[in-house]
Every structure is written in structure tokens, then in C-alpha cells.
């Protein structure tokens, strides 16, 4: 699990009564289980936080099965195991890619290439083209908008920046529905290398982003209606005032922030 720059323990307080957090297969597993209705033991196999590759464990939800595997294919610069996470895969309802980079403090994240690594973007093909119709989900560690090349394609992405200790349990809500994801976008997410700008300006529409200033997606939807200013045209003047009225409803099925 990828962690900020600093975190208490860093800061030498280990003694304090917080935890380390977990990794997003970790908080999976952890999440399925107080969800799950069975008051039967888990039968969940705890993954190992040793050198291992690849676990799996069960817990039961609403009277169904679920099945969680963990496959290291890559590390952020290694190929790892990109068959066992392909072959994994094949027998997927859904695949969950964790990409990004290192977590790192001031001045020791300057990198060359704004591109994922090619290792990450192997795997993401590699899965792809062996399962073309399995959806799959990128989750996206970073400090800053990476290029996504071919992982654009992902059927759902979540950028998850260096969200810190408890960052697998955060995420592992947001990928089983228990948290509705509210976040904007601030800044223009870039398709190019040299598309540099990171804030909206009408000359940078030349160079259209993979996503827009402000851009960011939940589980239900919302209307904006009646839009109205408080004046027909923008006056030039320093002391300018002008007032911006919307009508904002939730169109949707489920709860959600906007």
C-alpha cells in the first residue's frame, strides 16, 4: 500500500495507539467481513505482508461467496508475475489494477517521465488482451497526474493520490460501494507529454485532456438546473461583483456529495 510522506509513525511516535493501516487486499478482506450477514466464522486465509506474490481468501456476503486474490504482476519498475496475474484474471468477475509510483517525501519524487512505468502498462495490456470483456478497474497511486496510455481504457479508475496509512481501507470502500466517491479533479489531467498546463484556460482546449478541470464521477448522478448571474455582462472593473445561482438536485438512486 502506498503511504504520504510523513505519518506519525514516521515522526518516531510508534508507541501511540494508531494503526499501520492495511494494504487494499488486506482492507478488502477486512471490509467483506464486517459486511458480511453469516454469523459463521470467516474462512478467510490472511494474506501474508512477507515477499509473497500471490494469496487468496473467502468471505460471504448475503449468502454468496466471495473470492479475493492478490497476484503481485509488477512492482513500480520489476516484472513480477504477469502470467499468474493474467491467468488469475481468467477466472475474474471484475480485476482491480493497483499502479502509480513510490511514496515520497520533498524533493526525493522528481521523476523523468510523467508515463506510468512500462512494466505497469504491460500488465494492464497483458490482462486486457487476454480477457477483453472482464471489466477492470485502475486504481492509481501517485503524487501527480501520471500518463495513462493504454490504461485510459480502464472500464473505471480511481485516483487514489498517496492517500497514506489508511489509504487500503479507503479505497476498499469506495471499490464495494460503501463510500460514494465525491472528489473533483484540481487540475486538467493530461493525455500528452506536453500538455503541461494545469489549469483551465481557453487556449489550452488546442490540447484536449484525458480529463477536464473538475472532472470526477460518483455512484448516482446529479441535475443542475435554473443557472442564473446577477448581471447580463461581465463589467471590467476591479471592485467586480457577480453572483452565480444554481438549482442542484441528486438524480439518482443512492446518497452522494456534490
Known amino acids: 500500500m502506498q503511504c504520504g510522506a510523513m505519518t506519525l ?12 493501516g492495511s494494504s487494499v487486499y488486506d482492507a478488502l478482506l477486512e471490509l467483506l467481513s464486517e459486511l458480511s450477514s453469516s454469523s ?7 494474506p501474508s505482508r512477507s515477499s509473497s506474490s500471490s494469496s487468496r481468501g473467502w468471505e460471504k456476503r448475503e449468502g454468496v461467496e466471495v473470492m479475493v486474490q492478490y497476484v503481485q504482476g509488477v512492482s513500480v519498475e520489476e516484472v513480477i508475475d504477469i502470467e499468474g496475474a493474467v491467468e488469475a484474471a481468467r477466472e475474474a468477475d471484475v480485476v482491480v489494477v493497483c499502479v502509480g509510483e513510490e511514496p515520497s517525501g520533498p524533493g526525493s519524487g ?8 512500462s512494466p505497469q502498462i504491460a500488465l494492464y495490456d497483458a490482462l486486457r488482451s487476454s480477457s477483453p470483456s472482464l471489466p477492470i478497474v485502475s486504481v492509481l497511486f501517485q503524487a501527480r497526474p501520471r500518463l495513462l496510455h493504454s490504461l485510459a481504457s480502464s472500464d473505471a479508475i480511481l485516483l487514489a493520490f ?16 460503501v463510500t460514494n466517491p465525491s472528489g473533483k479533479l484540481p487540475y486538467r489531467y493530461p493525455q500528452y507529454e ?18 477536464p478541470f473538475g472532472h470526477g464521477l460518483s455512484f448516482t448522478s ?3 438546473l435554473s443557472l442564473s448571474l446577477s448581471s447580463p455582462s461581465l463589467p471590467i472593473s476591479f471592485d467586480l461583483s457577480l453572483s452565480v445561482s444554481v438549482s442542484l438536485s441528486n438524480c439518482g438512486s443512492r446518497d452522494g456529495a456534490e
Open 40 to 46: 459463521s466464522p470467516s474462512s478467510s486465509s490472511s
Open 110 to 117: 522528481e521523476v523523468d517521465s510523467l508515463s506510468l512505468s
Open 162 to 177: 498517496l492517500p497514506g496509512p489508511q489509504g487500503g481501507r479507503a479505497v476498499a470502500e469506495v471499490l464495494l460501494g
Open 194 to 211: 506536453n500538455d503541461q498546463l494545469p489549469y483551465y484556460d481557453p487556449s489550452s482546449d488546442l490540447i484536449a485532456p484525458l480529463y
Open 9 to 20: 509513525h514516521d515522526a518516531g511516535a510508534p508507541s501511540l495507539d494508531i494503526p499501520f
Open 222 to 224: 446529479f441535475c443542475y
